[in-house]
């Protein structure tokens, strides 16, 4: 029994034995993992040490100059004299304008076969890239692989054909339908020290691949300025413009001014290109509108409101022009103007319950009255007025003014249109009128074929069947409807004539009648403000109305078009309340 014992306790020493040794293999394995991870990872720092280390040193070596120049054309020539032992290799070029400051650093890459500047050459880093200068003063900054930056200044354009004047070139819309028009905006910057009068662009030269031609254009606005140092002009030109898709249109233009002698300084030479599209060949690469929401088939309305108007005995004229912008005929039922005042619980009257509406248009049998004390309503369901396609319906209507609750100025009355059609019920929101409580003018601008008159039957609001390109004339009347000789718009008044863009030669002419000043300015978009100023007070005995007669020649259009003249006036009454008439006149050139 003894001996049976003494050889088990000897079989559990020897698994001990064999248990221990794997554990102490599995250990030193384990450690040795670790130790070889811990040296791959210093040999990796040691190698990204050794890199950085190499590149360190390599950009200490690389040694480089820079000489910047542009030829007769203004094409910049970057040159890169390498000196160092290495080769230099050019990444990217950045090009920041001084003159104008506002504008932002441009960066280009360099194309691979001029980065790389051998050592001991030098090289224009940007010779198969053509960057053109606008004559101004640059920063031109160039960055090699490796992280040098040298910086350089370049001033182009110093002789004295291109001193003083810097000028950008831009066709608008970039990508025209075939038949319509596109406008040319060329903005013109005085870059010198000094005055630089009767700045003007040479004529505009253009050039069309296929058979991209110009159908009709008219002469650039403004005429000419005078510059002063830093001021920028733009002057516009609208081309109609034919051809087949995709024809390309090549416009070109330079600017002119007079330093010390005539034409001595100009402007670098700009150009853009226009392409033809049809309708349906989209609007180019911007992401797609995916909710189309447009209705064409709807009219568009647009208002005739006076203002003021007071408790007063005489009547306004308000009214609504309704056009039809589709090529099909449209049926009006029914309309209504709808006033109402800022307040809570306010009883302002500001249409008569009894309004006693005189009919003005459609001409024939007076279908206007006012339902309630805030709407005026023309309805006729059995014989609706139809206006012809692509055309225009004037409803104009004088009514009799309410009457405000208590002692109250209303300073602002919310007015918003109504109509109902063949092709569905529409309204129209945003305008504004004023009342004053008591005798007051009323205040009233609108479109007339008589000077200075007030009688209905001259009183108009649209004008349709204009005939393309021909010179129409046009009297617009400032009134005081009221007949109240001790109210009155006070002198020094203004009424302002906004005529619409693409209409040309805009001119005052002698029917001209009550005003001490006019004057002409043409905006950047085309589109011409009249503004006279008035020189007696209007509404007294010798003077109810004042009027501006001026002539224009309408677009020289190939099918029906329509555009809102919007004429409006400023000022105050003898009680100083201000003054705020409207009417857009919608003037409709029969193409067709």
Same mark, same amino acid.
């Given at each position: ?134 004559? $101004? ?5 160039? %960055? /090699? !692989?490796?992280?040098?930056?040298? #910086? @350089?200044? +370049?001033?182009?354009? &110093? ?98 001014? $007079? ?5 001595? %300084? /100009? !402007?670098?030479?700009?150009?853009? #290109? @226009?392409? +033809?599209?049809?309708? &349906? ?312």
């Amino acid at each position: 029994m003894k001996k049976k014992s003494s050889n088990s306790f000897r079989n559990r020493r020897g698994l001990s034995s064999v248990v221990g040794a794997l554990f102490f293999t599995v250990l030193m394995i384990a450690g040795f993992s670790v130790l070889s991870l811990a040296l791959d990872a210093q040999t990796d720092i040691v190698t990204t040490q050794r890199i950085v280390s190499d590149i360190e040193i390599k950009k200490q070596q690389e040694q480089f100059g820079l000489v910047l120049s542009t030829d007769a054309n203004n094409f910049l020539n970057v040159s890169v004299n390498n000196f160092g032992q290495n080769p230099v290799e050019i990444s990217s070029i950045w090009i920041t304008n001084k003159t104008l400051p506002t504008q932002p650093a441009t960066r280009y890459e360099i194309n691979y076969d001029d980065a790389f500047v051998p050592s001991g050459f030098t090289q224009n880093v940007v010779e198969n890239q053509i960057l053109q200068m606008t004559p $101004d003063t640059y920063d031109i900054k160039i %960055v /090699s !692989s490796f992280g040098t930056i040298k #910086v @350089s200044e +370049l001033t182009v354009g &110093t002789g004295p054909s291109s001193s003083g004047l810097r000028a950008e070139l831009v066709t608008d819309p970039p990508d025209v339908i075939i038949g319509q028009n596109v406008t040319i905006a060329m903005v013109v910057t005085n870059t010198g020290n000094s005055l630089i009068q009767n700045v003007e662009p040479d004529p505009l030269s253009f050039v069309g691949t296929g058979s991209g031609s110009i159908v009709a254009s008219s002469s650039h606005t403004p005429s000419s300025v005078d510059l002063d140092s830093g001021a920028s002009v733009m002057f516009t030109w609208d081309y109609q413009v034919t051809g087949d898709s995709s024809d390309l249109l090549t416009f070109s233009a330079v600017a002119r001014g $007079d330093d010390v002698i005539p034409d001595d %300084v /100009s !402007s670098n030479v700009v150009s853009d #290109v @226009s392409i +033809l599209r049809l309708p &349906t060949d989209g609007g180019g690469n911007e992401d797609p509108d995916i909710i189309n929401e447009e209705l064409l088939a709807r009219p568009k309305l647009f208002l005739t409101i006076p203002s003021p108007q007071g408790d007063s005995g005489q009547k306004a004229l308000w009214g609504v022009n309704i056009a039809n912008p589709v090529n099909a005929p449209m049926e009006v039922s029914k309309l209504s103007i709808t006033a109402f005042s800022p307040g809570a619980n306010n009883n302002d009257k500001l249409f008569a319950a009894s309004c006693l509406a005189e009919n003005i248009f459609p001409a024939g049998t007076n279908y206007w009255d006012c339902p309630s004390e805030n709407i005026i309503m023309w309805q006729n369901f059995a014989n609706p007025v139809t206006i012809p396609a692509n055309s225009t319906q004037s409803f104009l209507v004088k009514i009799l003014p309410g009457t405000i609750a208590g002692q109250n100025i209303l300073e602002s009355i919310v007015v918003q249109a109504s109509v109902f059609t063949n092709v569905g019920s529409f309204g129209k929101s945003g305008y504004q009128s004023t009342m004053y409580d008591g005798s007051e003018t009323v205040g009233n601008v609108y479109l007339s074929d008589v000077v200075n008159s007030r009688s209905n039957a001259d009183m108009q609001s649209t004008r349709v069947g204009i005939t393309p390109n021909n010179v129409e004339t046009f009297n617009l009347v400032f009134a005081d409807l009221d007949t109240d000789d001790n109210t009155f718009i006070k002198s020094g008044a203004k009424l302002i004539i906004n005529v619409p863009r693409e209409w040309s030669n805009v001119s005052v002419l002698g029917g001209t009648s009550g005003f001490s000043s006019t004057t002409i300015t043409t905006f950047g978009d085309g589109s011409t403000q009249i503004v006279g100023t008035t020189s007696a007070d209007l509404g007294t005995a010798s003077n109810v109305a004042d009027t501006i007669q001026f002539s224009a020649r309408a677009p020289n259009v190939t099918s029906d078009q329509m555009y809102v003249m919007y004429v409006l006036a400023q000022g105050q009454t003898d009680n100083d309340f201000s003054i705020g008439p409207l009417s857009e006149v919608v003037l409709q050139v029969d193409g067709s």
